[in-house]
């Protein structure tokens, strides 16, 4: 084994609450495991379900004192507000539409924020929770949970430093296939909320894997959208939501890309795909397979750099756990994001400055996220207009 | 070896003409050996260049008899025309302004045409070369190089067959990087008159590769376009033609696609991709890895299927000279336009009736492809409205 | 994301000690993560380092009571089985040669053990560890961490089901180029010890990494060895143990196989590849793309099977926590080591019979793991005679 | 296309003969289309079959004058010898057996050889042959096909550089699965011949294809070998050569290897692969997927160098008709050799000397090959004693 493992100087563990991730969820236990990898985090309070008594059991599940497993977000977090010992952060692992509300409460009452994405169903209830956010002194992570993993933020500052020269083109997509067909009139608890315009709000591919691809490609980039023009379908017959979308991309400065996001392409399982290309060199990652990145410079072999790996950089180095060749994966990527915010969150408990390494999603990839939904949905409406983000 | 390879019973190899594909040329060469591989042709005269010196100098190094090595295509065909055993066939190889006027003189002297893509340089010239082509009695082979792919082939009949349930998504694409700087401006001689409008016509990449992926896909799904949005980008300071362009496609019937062509993607050399997806499977293809073929059905295990290997099916093996294991090509998979075409014109000597199974891409296919070029343009100057192709 | 993870029901967290694992130590951390993500272990006493006082900032570091972060082993051993809620089992993560004398010391004393490989640096002591662990009434699981992976457990299950017919071929190899110079004089400690006989035992690369080769050929197969015939070498000049090594394998029954270990080959991070053929069909995996599994059906098209995916068996079912598509990884494989040793220490806790498909390796797997080196290096100082391990 | 197809200017074309390649076979049409892909031979006599009925249909279909199809090779020889403008070279293409008593008959008068491999089915008949050849003033190539790939040229030029620095180890392996059924049994002709000592010689797999894995692994590494180990297996039940093969291999100067041939591995098409790795560098090559070959230097990112592309270098150039991007395959690569035979003829015609860069393997390789599958077969004997070529 190449290299040590960095230990990690430990703070008391951050008391955390959970809002939804009760039985029969998906994305609560990966929020869970996510918070546990680095054990920076201590799961001690949650409202799992819409009911008290599904939420206690849940929480007997995870070992919760039942007295802190509530019936309702409100209850949790004004009970948890007044304890001694509360929680100082809050995981939101519910539909989207309910995000804003969950987080409102929790802000208002200074205790941290740590949302599951796209931020709102809204575009209006976005800017609502951006003024709570500004509003408070809290910490607001947005689990855009790709933007965590080390070949990422490889990329990212490699295109930072201008190794890639100026970007000219990005390629970014997300394909799936498991909403082919018509998946929500089976009763499937997933599929059933993700269609439902009034819990995930106006986008259907559009929100639930379309944002993901939208922010990973600022984010590697740190480029601004200009506008886009979007094409929208839904192909499964009395779908209410689109599952299929195709997106052409201007970014300030004059960069130009496609986005396109699916649940309808057979054999692709979580396909997110992004490629920029610049004057210089190119970039290729594919997060199905996200401990490399190809880095293809103008006239010279293309590059395969692996996480932990020679060519490896800092920015990928503080996101990575084990050496070269043992593969880290989706977990650790959204640890990662855990663990951004944990260093944001202690920081904040002693008033200390934050270290300026650390980078996590957070408002305003939250309200662009939406706003990029909000305007697939006008573009499409407009039979593929150009328009802008309504920011 | 688990396979024989099929003795083809051969009639008497077909008199070739090479109009282009002098020194100095790309695709004249690759001509060449796909029309030798199947011992088919027999290249017996040319006009190889503009002047006649040049052309004898490239007959020469082609072992062609210096009678027949001619200073105009004009002159070639008035003689060849006359000639007791002249030329069968003509193999036009120059750049894209020229193939419609080379075209048209041999075709009215009955002599077959394998030409070169895209059609021609302009859609009025396409429409006269198309009108010149019904008029006259001989074959028109248009060599879409990459539907001689096997994989390819296959690909379309398992569509054909149903295998893919209806089409509902396609991407394709053809990524180069040979472009990314100003080549045209050192006096290369593929980048000089591929970047120049007059010789290439309005379209740049679009027209170079963009026709190739638009081809490709029509020719797998066998699906029409409806219409088109595109967003062309010239990137390059100074370059006359598009050197990048993103396309939305709408085709007959509601499937959706989308296109993208580049000759300035550092790292891509030759990433013609296509992907298709249906309301039961979905396929995937790439040119640079030719022999595999990604079949995706709903709900079960991917499947590689590979050229002659299980699985393959017999529009496949028409196309396969090889065991599998046993790459074939790019000059293979060109080969096989030479070889349907030599079906076609041996069938066309004796009037016999064509096989059915004989597949190459003709006028018709060449007008699709001027007529998407014109179309992204028009698009792209009307900020990427939707536009029918103006067939 | 198409399907939900499971609650599990939790018992109390298991009290988990740790020997080794300080600062500067890789493995100790990749223990305590992987001991975390299912949230069924607490790690509360460690003798981290063989210094009170290091262990202690360990300890700190790792947020333990600093009572009990001890200076010696055996210190701990005797304390925390005197305390009421004293650890119930311990992870041995030293250099090989500390493993036999720290397991003795908890097995007597009733203590469950999780023990790194190798089981031991020699055979002799290999022996007497398995005399104590059959002596006591406790759990020993060692980390084979391979065997974790859910693409393993399924191979293991389609070879058991008898999916790949009698077993013909094994092909194993296990290549890493870290100790392709001699870091061993640099000081750095990983090599260090690795390459040092008196600690890691005779086998260098035969030992850490080739047991795990071994290991994991016979946990997916069943098969049993018959004997082998090794060419170890010691590739950099004064290296006392080997770095490379080729031994080709005789298994009960017939199979035959081939296995490679290696430190000094450029370009392989942590390669670990199995590839097993049977009369029906074969399967091959690379740890390094740990999510997939190709399944090769003689006469059929090859299928990529996917960790989740469509194909996946209740066996790989088992130790899968994120749907098909989103990357599990080398840490998840190690945690299912450690989920399945807490289903056996959980079940030992009252008695309960345990559920017959947990599956982890113990003291046999150990001992085989300790005398396939032995047999290595006795074949390979004998000119490659083959010879039978010595059980 | 950035690169230019080089003219290449022309000697008459070489006139060629073939022995063997009838209906019903496979190599002999590939040897046809090899010859043909650079236009620098014309194919004009042939005995293809043992009967002269069959010979005079297979010429027919291959265009050959019928007094010029031969019913034997000895007729052939006598009479191709005394004709004006008879065969310059032959191509043998029968079963092993026949290779050495073919290719005397046609050297002792002057025919140049080109002969498929291995060089003969028994050792006494290689060191013949390969007596004859030295008292014959003509070229002999053996066609060892896969050293015509571009990337292995490449390889092995940067070997030759020292890029890898001294190299420690060879894996080199080549899988099939098309014999793990009893195949001869069904009258398959391939299977046939291939699987009977008398035809093909002592070695099965290890002669049919593991002298192809030990030649290539020669010709990129420039090593010799010192001695091996072989462990030889016949899994089909009946089958009288061996379908599996294992060994060791000892170099000259200390490099060590293993070399598995394989024609009963499920999965399997062709699966010719070598890797070798040095002190400085590593490199990775798969006949499959022949216009990529990995090269990786210790402690920098990897590098993947294509056919055509940047990194590519002189000796990948000279065997090169395509740019990057666009695949070259099997055929191309057996053209190589015929190629490079055919500058080795054109020198003999007048008398030239020899460009330095042409190579092609030849008598010395396929003594060795002989050798090797001798050497394999007295080991596997001698139950894996270590044994060196009897050369």
Known sequence: MPIDAAHVARSPRIRL????????????????IASRIDDQY?????????????SRASGADLGIDPARAYGSYAEMARREARLKNGIEAVAIVTPNHMHAPVAVEFLRRGIHVICDKPLTATLPEAKRLAKAAAASNSIFALT?????????????AMIAAGDLGDIRVVQVEYAQDW???????????????????NQSGAGGA?????????????FVTGLSLESLAADLQSFVPGRRVDDNGHVMLRYLGGARGMLWCSQVAPGNENALRLRVYGTKAGIEWAQEDPNYLWFTRLGEPKQLITRGGAGANAAAGRMTRVPP????????????????????????????ALDADVTFPGIKEGLEGVAFVDACVRSSKRN???VALAL
Chains 1, 2, 3, 4 share one sequence.
Do not use: C
């Not at 080390?150 to 990329?155: E, G």
């Not at 929500?184 to 997933?190: F, N, R, S, V």
């Open 325 to 352: 060749g043992h593969p880290e994966g989706y977990l650790e990527g959204f640890a990662n994001i855990y663990a951004e915010a944990a260093r944001a969150i202690i920081a904040h408990r002693s008033g200390a």
């Open 206 to 218: 559009t929100g639930d894997i379309g944002t993901h691809a939208f922010n990973l490609a600022n």
């Open 384 to 386: 593929g207009a150009w």
């Open 144 to 156: 855009h949970n790709y933007t965590g993993y080390p070949m990422i933020r490889q990329a990212k």
């Open 42 to 54: 201590e799961l001690v309070a949650g409202a799992f379900s819409s009911t008290a008594e599904k």
């Open 17 to 32: 609450g959970m809002v939804g991730g009760g039985q029969g969820a998906f994305i609560g236990a990966v929020h869970r």
């Open 179 to 197: 909403l082919s067909t018509d998946l929500e009139a089976t009763g499937q608890k997933q599929a059933g909320w993700r269609t439902d315009p």
